[in-house]
């Protein structure tokens, strides 16, 4: 059973930067970060896919581009996203999720726009101030 946990969120002005983690038990090949912010649906913003052959891919929405990273540390069990030039609409809880039927970077790529994760975290909650 993969088990996802969050941690990182918190308050800061517009323009400042967070890194938040995910620590897992076990990690799927597509392993990502959505967000749900206020009155909003949940969005996928940035998906990791990693193929020990091919190494890692990663995947972003256009409103994050540039901004948020994704990486993936296996030795520690972690997923991060580092966030800059935060934004006060990047307000969100954010949650980390896993595929476990992605064995292609256009599958993972792909719950970024129709979320089909199946092992969720509970969230953190990143709040930005303008």
């Known amino acids: 059973q993969v088990q996802l946990v969050e941690s990182g969120g918190g308050s800061v002005q517009a323009g400042g930067s967070l890194r938040l983690s995910c620590a897992y038990t076990?990690?799927?090949?597509?392993m990502g970060w959505f967000r749900q912010g206020p009155g909003k649906e949940r969005e996928g913003i940035a998906v990791?896919?990693?193929?020990?052959?091919?190494?890692?891919?990663?995947y972003y929405v256009d409103s994050v581009k540039g901004r948020f990273t994704i990486s993936q540390d296996n030795a520690k069990n972690t997923v991060y996203l580092q966030m800059n030039s935060l934004k006060p609409e990047d307000t969100a809880t954010y949650y980390c999720?896993?595929?476990?039927?992605?064995?292609?970077?256009?599958?993972?790529?792909?719950?970024?726009?129709?979320?089909?994760?199946?092992?969720w975290g509970k969230g953190t909650l990143v709040t930005i101030s303008s």
């Open positions: 076990y990690s799927t090949n597509c």
């Open positions: 999720a896993a595929d476990r039927y992605a064995y292609s970077g256009d599958r993972c790529q792909s719950n970024l726009n129709r979320i089909d994760m199946h092992y």
């Open positions: 990791i896919y990693t193929n020990y052959i091919s190494g890692g891919s990663t």
